[in-house]
């Protein structure tokens, strides 16, 4: 069974699959990670992740969604987002912010940025989004990258402050 609201992701089998019957709209919680195409490391310096989060941003604030937390890494980025609307449909969003993003680098760089797709984790009522914002944020720990989450320049909140987040670690 096909998706209505996320048909444009069904369609190929390249694509990781959406939730068959799940609307993706409404007030929910999703755990999302974007990668880069062919893996290629395109988020090793300042330019090309402020330029990817300044489009996340604008285009969760205009789909109604919060970026709880974010942390990019060379060859993907990992997002938690928060719907603020009963109408919010994160297919739209995902769409929106990696054809911006993604648009955008081409014309500086004169590549694609992203894969095709999205993977996607819906996060259940019971679950705590402090943990889940505290498992992406750790990551560049995992990967070896830093030793200490706080020194890692391409990671944040923006609901939490950095004093916030280190409450996380408490």
Known sequence: MRNANCAHVIRRMSRPPRLAGFSYVGLRRYFLTFCTLQREL????DEPVDNALLHIR???????????????MPDHVHLLVEARR???NLCRFVKLAKQRSGAAYALQH????????????????????TAVAKYIL?????????????DYPYSGSDRWSHAELLTLWD
């Open 42 to 45: 395109r988020f090793v310096s």
């Open 110 to 129: 004169g590549v694609r940025l992203w894969q095709e797709g999205y993977y996607d984790r819906v996060l259940r009522n019971e679950e705590d989004t």
């Open 86 to 88: 009963d109408a919010a």
């Open 58 to 72: 604008r285009t969760a604030a205009e789909e109604a969604y919060d970026n709880v937390a974010y942390c990019f």
């Open 138 to 150: 750790e990551n560049p720990v995992r990967a070896g990258l830093v030793t200490s989450v706080m």
